[in-house]
């Protein structure tokens, strides 16, 4: 039979059980399970015989888990003091030393996979066999483990062939065998199994269908784990044609058990299962049977997704996300698919709504390994729109076990301001004493880059709120690059000289809310008693970009100024106002005015205005003019 120690750190108590060929002999120690365990048989004749490496240990050592300095050690840590008195030494154990994290499935593992009788074993591989010992034996030179079964001819080992080697298909002989309850002739079966994925060292369960269960013990496992088993029957034959089973129990800190998994012995059996609380993991069992196992830490994987920018201005444009994946597991990961919430699969082509992606699957993520991908996208909105999308990240390990992570990132639209330009103009812009009728003029105009704005106020600094005056009325409704115009006459007076000054102001709101608004001044000058003005010269003459239009007065006596007009024919009545400057008075000067708004090629015709302080006007001209390019050529000389 086997003895099994275990160390702990409080009051102890020894427990004794009944076994076919001696006694089952262990001690358990309450509270908080210490995290080593050992295994050792006894022979048949009632002594005992330590279960080492070559014989029938297992030896649970999990990736990432770590192994204690001196096990013997650590039970005198945990217990305060000698620990188990038993010549037990504790190994190492699979038990994980921190809280795992994330999820993972409890599907059964593929740690092997059986051969058919017309299969050859590949040299390097590495397979367990069972069959005849001496047939073994002959079959392989070197065997890692091997183990006869008691009173048989029957065994099992460890093979790694050094060649392609043949292992003959099942047959049947006879074989006395003082386990068989009623016969003395078995089948003699030969299998083998080759191992395909991490495995520990085998070992070894036997009890009588009457007797106690044999008990072996994996360790004490953290929530999340996952642990499989697997099984084969020592000698395939039926115990008086009672069904075999093996159990798998969690022992919780205070004593109390949870059934995890009934096994019914197979050839080979299977269990997986996904510890969900801390606890001792036994397996029981009452059959004579061979296990190895596998103990696989909890998957994690961690998704973290960031948006370039974070914001943009009405009404929106392209965001760039950028997804980056990292895998904290002790094992390797293969990344299967990425999913965003919003935008479907963001890999390969996508989902018809991205305008780019570099992500691309399966990627290979190692241990403590990453990958980093992105895509674009476009987001329109309104200001304080935003959008939060989760990307979701799915991997799986060499196992098939699957893990999955996500994370999210939110963009926002933010508010553009609006702007509208006013303009007021008064014609005319100057009155003979003691005034008269001007008509004022307005032009509003939406100069937002993105919104459509509503004028609901047109008021004036002067005559008040316009809406009704003349033809100016409101809410006005203004799309960008919009405008409206209005105006209204009124009569303006005042004394000699005044200057009659007033503001309009136009305000409303743009179609996000916000408010807009703008102005402009317009004046209007009481002038004197009439002037009279004696003209000189009036000519246009071109320059290099421009056109100079000059004149020369002999006199001026209260007189107000000169308009100056300009067309691209020779008709008054079509010509545009283009300036005006104001009289100097006195004897007479010389006035100069360049326009720059000119092309090449074109004829203008300029025409010169006076006003005198009565609001008399007398036009001059058409004086004329073309913009040409010079060219300039080289004087040749002979």
Not at 311 to 337: H, K, M, Y
Not at 397 to 419: C, F, K, W
Not at 620 to 625: E, F, K, N, Q, S
């Amino acid at each position: 039979m086997m003895e099994l120690c275990r160390g702990a750190k409080v009051a102890r108590e020894s427990r004794t059980g009944a076994s076919r060929k001696g006694e089952l002999d262990w001690k358990v120690y309450e509270g908080e399970f210490a995290p080593v365990f050992w295994l050792r048989q006894k022979t048949m004749n009632g002594g005992i015989r330590l279960a080492g490496v070559g014989i029938l240990t297992l030896l649970l050592v999990l990736a990432g888990a770590a192994t204690p300095a001196s096990s013997s050690g650590m039970a005198r840590d945990l217990s305060g003091d000698s620990g188990p008195e038993s010549s037990c030494t504790l190994p190492s154990s699979c038990v994980p030393q921190q809280p795992p994290t994330g999820s993972c499935s409890g599907e059964t593992l593929p740690t092997v996979v059986r051969l058919s009788s017309d299969q050859m074993l590949q040299q390097g591989l590495l397979y367990l066999v069972k069959g005849p010992m001496a047939v073994i034996a002959e079959t392989f030179a070197e065997r890692q483990w091997e183990e006869t079964f008691p009173g048989t001819m029957h065994g099992v080992a460890l093979v790694q062939p050094g060649k392609n080697t043949s292992w003959p298909p099942a047959s049947v002989e006879g074989l006395s065998d003082p386990q068989a309850p009623d016969s003395t002739e078995v089948p003699s079966i030969y299998n083998a199994w080759r191992i395909v994925e991490g495995w520990h060292p085998p070992f070894v369960m036997y009890a009588p269908l009457d007797g106690a269960p044999d008990v072996v013990s994996l360790g004490v496992f953290q929530a999340g784990w996952t642990i499989s088993g697997l099984t084969l029957d020592h000698l395939n034959y039926i115990h008086n044609g009672q069904e075999r089973h093996a159990w798998v129990y969690l022992v919780r800190a205070d004593g109390t058990e949870v059934l995890l998994k009934q096994v019914e012995i197979a050839d080979p059996a299977a269990f997986s299962i996904l510890v969900s609380e801390r606890g001792e993991i036994q397996i029981r069992t009452h059959d004579s049977t061979l296990w190895w196992t596998q103990c696989l830490p909890p998957l994690t994987l961690a998704v973290t997704k960031t948006a370039q920018p974070e914001s943009r201005p009405e009404p929106g444009g392209q965001f760039a996300f950028t997804v980056r994946i990292d895998n904290p597991s002790p094992v390797a990961l293969t990344l299967l698919s990425l999913q965003d919430n919003v935008y479907g699969n963001i890999v390969g082509q996508g989902s018809g709504l991205l305008e780019g992606t570099t992500c691309s699957v399966p990627q290979l993520l190692p241990s403590q390994g990453s990958y980093a991908c992105g895509f674009t996208t476009r987001f329109l909105g309104q200001p304080g729109d935003s959008q939060t999308d989760v990307v979701t990240a799915v991997a799986q390990d060499a196992q098939g076990r699957r893990v999955q992570a996500s994370d999210e990132a939110t963009v926002l639209i933010t508010n553009v301001p609006s702007a509208i330009e006013v303009t007021k103009t008064a014609r005319p812009f100057w009155l003979m004493y003691p005034g008269g009728e001007v008509t004022y003029s307005f032009t509003v105009k939406n100069v937002s880059p993105v919104d459509v704005v509503t004028i609901d106020r047109l008021i004036d600094s002067i005559y008040g709120d316009l809406n009704g005056k003349g033809t100016c009325r409101v809410p006005q409704r203004l799309s960008v690059g919009g405008s409206f115009s209005c105006s209204f006459a009124t009569y303006v007076s005042g004394e000699a000289g005044q200057r009659h000054v007033n503001t309009v102001t136009a305000s409303g709101v743009d179609d996000d809310g916000q408010p807009v608004s703008g102005q402009d001044t317009a004046e209007v000058r009481i002038a004197y008693v009439p002037a009279r003005v004696d003209l000189i010269s009036f000519a246009a003459s071109p320059g290099e970009d421009r056109i100079a239009i000059e004149w020369e007065t002999a006199s001026e006596q209260d007189h107000w100024g000169f308009n100056l007009y300009r067309g691209t024919a020779p008709d008054f009545e079509n010509a545009s106002w283009i300036g005006f400057e104001a009289a100097e008075g006195g004897d007479g000067r010389t006035y100069r005015y360049e326009d720059g708004d000119v092309v090449l090629g074109r004829i203008y015709y300029y025409w010169l205005e006076d006003v005198d302080a009565a609001g008399t006007k007398t036009q001059y001209g058409p004086a004329t003019a073309m913009l040409v390019r010079r060219v300039f050529l080289p004087v040749i000389s002979h």
